[in-house]
């Protein structure tokens, strides 16, 4: 992938994941931060399987959606 698809391909994952709201909240944290994401990121993950980075955030993800379900209201 060239620079312009990764951009185009992260901030849609950012969208799906967050909205839109979020997403721009989460750039703009990540910009006005001090400190190195790869080197948390390294941090975070040490000394787990690629397997259990995966699972952990299969459940994050599964847990965020059951969080933020989308509510319906039946009016009469």
């Known amino acids: ?6 951009l185009n391909t992260g901030m849609q994952a ?7 709201v979020e ?3 989460f750039i703009f944290l990540m910009n006005d ?3 190195d994401y790869t080197k948390w990121h390294g941090v975070l993950s040490e000394g787990k399987t690629i397997e259990e980075i ?8 599964e847990a965020e ?7 319906t209201c039946e009016f009469s």
């Open 33 to 35: 931060e001090p400190f």
């Open 14 to 20: 950012l969208v799906d994941n967050l909205g839109i």
């Open 54 to 61: 995966h699972e952990s955030a299969k459940k994050r993800r």
């Open 65 to 71: 959606r059951s969080i933020s379900a989308p509510v």
């Open 23 to 25: 997403a721009e909240r």
């Open 1 to 6: 992938m060239n620079d312009t698809m990764i």
